[in-house]
């Protein structure tokens, strides 16, 4: 019987891409990933290092431009090292095999430049060598800038303006716009643009703990907040960073994702939720990172800004280096230049005469909807109805046949 062939064919079809599913699930990517014995840092000249393993044997060098003091060796067991204090330039080996056992298999190589600290995982392998690992997050990191996705014009009025108010976007998008060719102004190329706004944004911005602690609210990420307080969390670095960016011309993203923090760990990064947010800029052939919010050392805490400048270690970071701690799921395109086009849409002209009819009538008063998290609940209520209804079906004839 044809049909009944079908059928069976489909049921054993869906069994295994029901299985394939789990074992996805199941088995963490890493175990299929190529580990590697040599990483670069950045793509940035003038600070990288450039680390390689050969023979358990660590081998580091780089350039650190601007480093007043620089430290480095192995977590915990870091000391003053020698570097060139004209060039930044530095270069040592470490022997892998006096590491102490009690880390299981894992230890860091460390940096400290100024009052900066970076580090990169290392691991030791099934064999004994030690090795830069791959979990996975290098593949995703590259698939998820590669296939950024639009947003809608909403959304990016929101983050200018986060009431929608037109006057206030035309004067926050001007600031922008003067306040991102002061500081590119003399600037050589797009390159030096980059570095020069990555590093105002991570200079000048304070990371906004009591915002995180009680509530982050589509105010404290949108660029006119930022300009006027300087108080953000990570979401309006990288807005604050791409909008200045887009200024000059260039295209960004908005990278959402997972960092190895909150308790998720280096072999977690691929499959977590999301908890961060950094940029991507595109230059030319290829595509810039960055990570403004953690190359930042300041803090607004308590009502109190304390000052602790940057470092550029997040600054052109190589996608390897990247994936240590950082996994990104989405990348989103928010034009915020374009920010206006929102006011022009049917959305927004309903909401502005139904809130005048609202203001006309002051017994009944309802504030305008600002939640950009808010989301539209048609598609999950499609869904729900279209899992339902043959469920009650099967129900139905079930309670039949048992009669
Ligand atoms: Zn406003």
């Not at 044809?2 to 199941?26: F, Q, R």
């Not at 926050?172 to 306040?179: D, T």
């Not at 982050?216 to 307080?229: I, N, S």
Request: with cysteine; glycine share 6%.
């Amino acid at each position: 019987m044809p049909a009944m062939k079908l059928l069976t064919d489909i049921i054993k079809k869906s069994v295994a891409v029901g299985v394939v599913i789990l074992m996805e699930i199941a088995t963490p990517l890493w175990a299929f990933a190529e580990n590697n014995n040599s990483l670069l840092t950045t793509n940035n000249p003038d600070y990288y290092a450039e680390l390689r393993i050969k023979d358990n044997t660590l081998y580091a060098k780089g350039k650190y431009t601007g480093a007043e003091s620089f430290a480095g060796g192995l977590f915990n067991s870091e000391k003053d090292l020698e570097f060139n204090s004209d060039t930044g330039e530095f270069s040592f080996e470490i022997d892998l095999n006096q590491v102490d056992e009690k880390y299981g298999g894992y230890e860091y190589v460390y940096f400290r430049v100024n009052n900066g600290y970076m580090r990169y995982l290392m691991r030791m392998d099934d064999e004994g060598n030690w090795c830069f690992p791959d979990n996975g997050a290098a593949e995703k990191n590259r698939a998820v800038i590669e296939n950024p996705v639009n947003t809608p014009s909403k959304l990016w009025a929101a983050y200018v303006c986060s009431h929608y108010d037109p006057e206030h976007t035309r004067a926050v998008l001007e600031k922008v716009k003067n306040l991102s060719d002061e500081i590119c102004q003399g600037a050589s190329d797009d390159y030096e643009k980059i570095l020069r706004i990555c590093r105002w944004v991570s200079d000048n911005l304070y990371y906004d703990h009591d915002a995180r602690d009680i509530s982050v609210t589509a105010e404290t990420v949108c660029l006119e907040h930022v300009l006027e307080t300087r108080h953000t969390v990570c979401g309006g670095y990288a807005n604050m960073f791409n909008a200045l960016c887009q200024a000059q011309g260039l295209s960004t993203m908005n990278v959402r994702g997972a960092t190895a923090t909150d308790g998720i760990t280096f072999d977690e990064l691929t499959n977590a939720g999301i908890n961060h947010e950094w940029s991507a800029v595109r230059l030319d052939d290829r595509i810039v990172i960055v990570d403004a919010g953690w190359n930042s050392l300041n803090d607004y805490k308590n009502g109190e800004e304390i000052y602790r400048g940057c470092f550029e270690f997040y600054t052109d970071i190589t996608i390897e280096a990247l994936s240590m701690d950082h996994c990104g799921y989405s990348a989103e395109i928010r034009e915020f230049f374009k920010a206006e086009e929102y006011f022009k849409t049917d959305e927004y002209i309903t909401s502005v005469s139904q809130s005048t009819a609202q203001e006309s009538n002051p017994g009944n008063e309802t504030p305008v909807n600002d939640d950009t998290n808010t989301t539209d609940n048609t598609g999950f209520v499609i869904i729900l109805l279209v899992l339902l209804v043959p469920l009650v079906i099967l129900m139905l004839i079930f309670i039949k046949k048992r009669r």
